[in-house]
Structure formats: structure tokens, C-alpha cells
């Protein structure tokens, strides 16, 4: 993997965005290796995603962000320019069940999540020994109905020492409170066992079930205040029958769980998800 | 194709039914080429569909259903015996979108649809020499807030005129009158532009672009009197982008439901599905 | 659709391509709605795709051509430059079976084809009357051994006189001559039922239902001198079974093949498909 | 899960089988929970499948054994019945490469694997740890041009002392000798990395690049001594394109590996899976 800077932006649309971008960076010698662009014509709003190869820059990061600062501004962007070389730090929230912590420490561990786990928080001991298996500190932080809003507090302590950008609920099956939805708007990543807006809330194996649907799903979203209802980043589904009990929809479910929630943030730690209101821009590969 | 009976039996489940069924049948040197069967046991109820080998049964469907009656009264079952060589009538409602229509009217006239079309009923005249030119008779029955009943009679006396036995909504756009479902209960099948419980109502691909979904879908259905929520047959889904307008969910839509429509309806004309309370069972091949 | 011209480009990759493109078309006051970039670090090759707004340049095709033609040199690029309001000509080549030239001429005919259909060329009588309620010119030029280079030679001076721009293949089950393939190279698009490299040449179900293959699929792609070799635009599959025959396998392996075609087709009516070598890129939107 | 038989059967195919198993097992008071049939007309043979309640037939293997071996000789039957509650010992063959490994231990550990995992052989040390954090023991067998028939015939003496039944070779890239395939022919399951018979042999996703397909896949299949050519359990794909580099391919081709390995060899593990010839019949639930 070259080592690169990502330029991600999104502004009100207007003619000659991308010439003065792209005019830059030309300017600066820069080499322009993935290049995506997204117009919403609805909401006259423009979205931008550049991999520059860092060598082309000389690898001078905070130099390309005080030249670009003029632009932005001009151009009135909200924009972020981020280096493969400084990949996100993840705080992984769990409870009991294993198979997405699992999935996201295994793929860590192999080099194949291009972030940094630095830590699990959980409310139950259960993970204890895979997540230190991976040599990945494990915080215990019960939450009861009455401990809730210090536990949070912890929690989010935990996360600020680490000074974690991201935050993953790989099925940590807690509601977050809304100051912390806040605190990390756009930078908590959940995953939710169905194919939403389908069955939001409890037990959606069990209300798929009822349903007799012929197939179910996972959403890797936001989580924003409003429960099972955030900007979803990828979903996806598996097909089923008749024949299927609950059991078996939360073992086929379980694989899609895991396939959507790596995806999606993979796609986050990659800058690739954009989000205006409450849906996503994602600049897939 | 060889002609075969399909025994199709739903009953309270207990030892010893497939047993006496194919005991039954092997007595009278019958040979079955296809078996299915399903144990609910959360409702303790069983399935189960035979296609034997008309042949093998000397052609002879009353003598079969008369021995047969018998063991269903023991065992107090629900069930039908069903030739192969007399394909269901099929009543198709349709309105202006002509892509469900014209999809059944192709295959039907391929002999790739083992149903029979009998007629085209609609609101519109929109459609008639696409089923003109294929041979079907094509009746123009308008709907209006004030004329709803007795536009409805009209379409149900044409129905029974043709003896059809099965009512496929072909995007027909119209609610039908809680006695029309209820004449035609388990034999009424529409099709949902969305990936059911996801959409109800009017406008799904709308709501999908709003709520920024990455999958639509399509589910077809048995009607009930509750609008969008009768058993579900077959749904299927096609994935989506950010890039896409309200105009491309439509055309993608477009293919995934005449393909679930016709797959749906397929199941249903072979007597692969059973329905148990909101539920369906269906033995696909 | 707002009218665009779709400016497609591909040369050797150096830095600046982009800036000087796109701050060409900021200084014309040209609107870009949709663009795509690829770099082939492979091969050090670079392909852009902007749809730019032709009302923003005048709607003025032959004097944006003039001026781009300077780049155009300077960078050595392969390129074309295709207004949406003038859509690419069409030649079918069909034989006996219908499912695709069915499923293109009613897209068409529905409006949801990016192209013109001039006129079908047949091997065959059969699928006369289905053109003609379509409107369209039905060529009937039979092939056999022996009259093969005339037959060739009298359906290309069709396609010519019809100006048509791209020849497809709608299960058309002749292979071109040479000369054809070299006299339309990157314009004849095929569709084969199979998924490419499996199963190359004849009856392709009934490899897959030897082999015990658990999907099947079809492939579209160009068609070059070496049967069933040309670069692959699109492909797709759906599963089977042991249950299913080779007749099975046909009838699911039809819906695959009309949705692959128009798919692939699509994409290069918009000028979505680039070829190299013997690889594409594609584009979608 | 309750404690089942499964009985499996396959025989030349002749009226009556049916009758004549079930009405043997209704007889015994035995309940059948899931019944599974096939005829395969082409060779005229015949494949059942049912799940008893080992309680209805009063927990004893031995004695419906006994019992029924008569009808296996009357019908000519190659026939098998296995107690869910003995799952089969399986032998994990690994080399470097960690992603089905992992996959499958993890599913053992969480109990979501109906087999027991008796050992890891393997030809490097590279996943020593991996095994042992499971608990299960590690056998390090390197093999070199030189050593082959040593080092298998000590693998071999491995998988028996452990009384293992099935052997996984989970990306092991090593060609088994052709005795080790016909010792445990119809046992020994492969994942390969494409979608067979596309690629087979070394680097299918090099190739698969090269070729610029826009699937790839992977298969599970039976080893049999000619190179990636058994009976195929499970295929699946996954959508590639043109932006993505080999290394792109691999990782998302070891996705489908992993999963459709664990598919395959669940299905196996659940003697849902018949051979006939080169191709199988699996009884999915």
C-alpha cells in the first residue's frame, strides 16, 4: 500500500469545484491516485474524495492543509485531509456475544483493517480473554438502570484517553446516552441485526420471524439519538425459508452481521462515508 | 414435463402421516418424482406436497382423490390434489405500468408460466394491445372513488366468468374491497415495491431514497384485508447507491419485482405454497 | 434527463490530466453532473468518464470538440465526445429464441433503453411478428455453411445502412467472421450463457449440470476473433441445485442472460465501458 | 437442538422406498422431524435423508441399526445413520494463510459448528498460537519435494490416531498423494479460491485478473486425486471491478472462502451431502 493523503470534501455545488481542486494539486505535483465526486442535485450540495500519493507531496501533510485552507474557504467546504500513514484509533464497545468483536480483532490483527484497535469496553467480562488474546486492553464498565449515566461518563473517559476517533458497538446491545451520541456525532459506527428500517428495536430475529420474511438483513449506520435511525452506511442480506427457526436466522444473521459492520467501517476509516442530514455519501473502491 | 398429480396436505402434526400417505400411494404403484415436507412445530402443524407420476396412477385424478379422502379424514387434513395438465386460470389486474404485465404475457407465451392467462383486467386502457397481441382479451373496467363497488363487482363477475382461480395484481395500483379478499382468500397475489415490513403504502421507492437505504426490494404477497401485510411469498433485493435518483430506484425496482412477481407466482401455480395463519411454507424446487 | 455530453477519455497517466480537463471545462462555464476517474497502475494508463450539462456549454458539441481537440493531442488521448440527445444506433442479431430480444425491444420500446433499435437481422423467420409489433425493420438473412460469407457480408451492409454504431447478439448462435469482429472491434457485444472462462463454447447448461456446478451465470462482453475471449463488461449468476435439470438450469439461466445484456448494454450506450487490452473498465453510475 | 438420527440413504431408484423407510420408522413410533428427497432420473438413483427424534426411537443407534439393515439389503442401499450426538472428529490441514482457520475454530468455540475439531496439522508454525489459544493440539508437519510421502504418511497416522473422520484442508496448498484421497475418499474437503471450473491450479485470482472478470468466487469440493476437480458442495461469488487491484481480490475472495468452507463442510458435518459420481446432492435445510 502506497502511503497516501485523503482530501475529503463536501460544499454547496458550484461550477469549478473540481478545476480548482484538481488545479492545485496539479500545481503542487501532486498525483491524484483514486478520484471520486458525488453531486446531490437535490440538495445542491457536492461531495469530493482525492487519494493523493504522500510522496508526491513530500509527504509534507500539514504544509498541503495550510495551502488548501484558502480554498476551503473560498469555496465555503467542510473538508478534512487525513494520511493512511495515521490510521483512526477505534474504541470497540461489546457486551456477551462474540462474533462481531471477533470478526473486527481478527481482521486487525491480520493487517486488514486500516484503522488501530486501542481498546474494547464492555459491559460483561465474557471477552476479556479473546480481546487480550490480541493484546487489546479490556475495560470492564458494567451499566445497571441506576449506574447508567456514570458509566457512560467512564466509558466515555476511557475513550477520550485513548484518544479513539471511532467508536464501533459490535453488539454492545446498550442505548447510548444523548450527550455522548453528540460528543461523537458521525463517529459512532452500530451495527443492527436487521435490514432497517425493518424491525428497529428489540429482538428483530424474533419480529423477522413473525413476519415470515424471505430474507433478513444487517445495517451498519450512525447512531444518532433517535434509536435505529442514523445514516445508514452499508446493509446488507441472506436469504431464508420456512424451515428456519429463530435460532437459525441468528446464525445465518450472525455471518451477515459481521460481513456489514467490517465493511462499513472499513469505509469510515478509509474517509470514504460522507454524510449530509441523515444519509451518506460512500465513495466505495 | 411429465404430467404428475401434486398432493398438497397441511394437517395437526403426528407420528406416522408420511407413512400412511406413501404407504397409500405405493400400494397403488404410484411414483413420486418430487417430495416435500415440513414440520411447524411451534404450531404443531405438518406439510407436505407429492408430485406423482400421473401415469403411474393409470391418469385417473377422481379415482385418486376418492381413495384419498379417507386418510384426510383420519388425519384431518387440509388438502388438494391438483393435475398438471390443467394448468390454473390466471385473471392479471393491471393498470398503466406495463413491466409486470408485459413480463407474465412473455413468459406465458414462451409456455415458461404453468398457469394459464385467461384475461387482462384494468383501470386503464393503457395496456390493451400489448395484451391484445398476444391473444388475451383485455377488459377496461375504470375505477373511481364513486364507482369503486361497482367497478369491483364487475371485475370479480369477469373473474368468475373465466373460472379463474387465481388473481395476480400486476402493479395494479387499486386497494381491493375487504369481500374481494375474502371471496379470493390465499389466491389474490400482488406485488410491493419494496423490500416488505420496509414501505408500506404509497410512494415505497420515495420512502426509500429518504430514509437512504443501500438495498431496495420487492415482495409479493398474498392480499389481505390489511394493506401490504399478507404472507409473504418471495422477496428479493438489488443494492443501491447515493448515486442514485428517485428515477433509478424505479427502473432497478422495475426488474427485481416482475422477477419476484413471476418466481412468486410460479410457486403458487405448481402448489408449492401453503399458508399457515400470516405465514407461508413454500417448497421451491 | 437533463441533455449532457458524455466526454470519455483514456492516455497514458502522468500527472495534471484532471486539472487540465476540468479547468477547461470551468473556463467554458461547463457544468460536470457525473465523472469517473481509473488509473491502470499497471499499465501506467488513465480513463476519465464527465458527463458535463450541455445547456452550461451552449449546447454546442462540434465547437467543445474543436477546442478540446488541443489537449487532446498535448496528452495523447484516446477520446470521443457523445451528445445523450443523439443516441447510439442499435443492429439486433437474434435467431430463434426470444427471451432477450424480447426483454431489449420492450426496455426500448418502454423508453429505458439509452439507445435506438434500427433494425433486427435474424438467422431465422420466427421472431418476425415480434419485431414488427415493435415497429422495427425485421431482416431475415439465413446462414448456413455454405452461404456464410455472403449471408455475412449482406447483414453487415444492413447494419451499415441502417449507420448502426453497435451490433448485438442477442443469443444469436453464429459465430462472426473475422472481419466483422475486426470492421466493428469494441462495438459487437455478445451475450453467453455461461460465467466466462467456464464453460466456453456449446451448450454451456449442459456443461454446468455435468460439472455439478452450485450457480450459473451468464457473461456479456465484446466479441473478438477468439470465440467467447473478448473483454468482459458484465456478469451475474443465481444458484441451482441438484434438483434442477438442464432444462431448469435454462429457464433460471434466461433471466440471468436478458439481465446481464441490457445491463451491459446500457452501460455502453452511455459511454460507460472503456476498453484495454482485453479487460474493461466500467464505469456504472 | 435435540438429539437426532440421521439416516441417509442412497439406492437404485424403484416405487416404494418411501413406504417402505417410513412406514419402518412409523411402526418404531419414530418421529420424523426433517425429510429430505431426491430422484436423479438421469442415472435412475435414488437419495433420502430424515431426522429421527432419537427419543421416539428410545436413544438406541444400535438397535435401529439392527432393525433396518434388512430393508438396506432388500433395497440395495448405501445407507448410513449417525446420532447428532456424536459429532464427527474433524482434522484441520492449515498452512500460513489464517482466514479459514480462524473462521472454522471460531465457530467451533462457539459451539456454532456441528463437528468436533480434533487437531490442526499443518506444514508451517506460522498458526501454532492460533490452535492452542483454542485449545487444540498442533501438529507441525513440514513438507518439502523431498519428504512428501513421509510427511503424509505422519499426517495420515495423525488424522488416525485422533480417529478423525473428516479432514479440512483450510487453504493448506499442498496436492494431497493420490492413497491419501482414496483412503478418505468422499472426506477430504478443499476450499479453492475461485469459482470452479474457472481457474483452477496456482494463483486463480492472479488469473482471474488477468481475465477481467467482474465475479469472483470460491468452491468447496471432495478431493479427488485429479487437481480441483471433485463433487462440489458450495459455490458463491462476490462483485469485483475494474478499480480493484489482486490484493483487492484476495481479501475479498477470502471472505467467500471462509464462508462458503463453512458452509460446505456444516452441510457435510450434518450428512446433508450425497455423492454420486462428480457431483452431489445436498439437502439444505
Request: proline fraction near 4%; glycine fraction near 6%; hydrophobic fraction near 40%.
Amino acid at each position: 500500500m502506497n502511503r497516501v493523503f485523503r482530501l475529503v470534501i463536501s460544499c454547496p455545488d458550484r461550477n469549478g469545484i473540481v478545476a480548482r481542486v484538481s488545479g492545485f494539486i496539479a500545481q503542487l505535483g501532486g498525483s491524484i491516485v483514486e478520484a471520486n465526486h458525488h453531486t446531490d442535485s437535490e440538495n445542491q450540495w457536492f461531495f469530493m474524495r482525492y487519494e493523493i500519493l504522500a510522496s508526491s507531496l513530500g509527504n509534507d501533510l500539514e504544509g498541503f492543509k495550510t495551502q488548501f485552507s484558502a480554498i476551503a474557504t473560498e469555496f465555503n467546504m467542510q473538508w478534512q485531509v487525513n494520511d493512511s500513514a495515521s490510521p483512526k484509533k477505534i474504541a470497540l464497545f461489546a457486551s456477551k456475544e462474540s462474533h462481531c468483536l471477533a470478526d473486527l480483532l481478527y481482521r486487525w490483527h491480520e493487517q486488514d483493517l486500516p484503522g488501530q484497535v486501542a481498546c474494547v469496553i464492555a459491559n460483561h467480562e465474557d471477552l476479556r480473554s479473546m480481546a487480550e488474546w490480541y493484546g487489546v486492553p479490556f475495560h470492564y464498565v458494567p451499566v445497571t438502570p441506576d449506574t447508567k449515566p456514570a458509566a457512560f461518563a467512564e466509558a466515555e473517559k476511557i475513550v477520550a484517553d485513548y484518544q479513539a476517533e471511532v467508536i464501533v458497538l459490535a453488539r454492545y446491545m446498550q442505548i447510548l446516552p444523548p450527550n455522548l451520541c453528540a460528543d461523537y456525532a458521525g463517529r459512532v459506527i452500530n451495527i443492527h441485526h436487521s435490514f432497517l428500517p425493518s424491525f428497529v428495536g428489540a429482538k428483530p430475529y424474533h419480529q423477522a420471524f413473525e413476519r415470515g420474511v424471505k430474507l433478513i438483513g444487517a445495517t451498519c449506520h450512525y447512531v444518532t439519538e433517535e434509536l435505529d435511525a442514523g445514516p445508514i452506511i452499508e446493509q446488507d442480506v441472506v436469504r431464508v425459508s420456512h424451515s428456519q427457526t429463530v435460532e437459525d436466522l441468528k446464525r445465518l444473521g450472525r455471518d451477515v452481521e459481521k460481513n456489514v459492520l467490517s465493511k462499513g467501517l472499513r469505509a469510515h476509516l478509509e474517509d470514504r462515508v460522507l454524510i449530509l442530514g441523515n444519509k451518506t455519501v460512500v465513495f466505495n473502491a
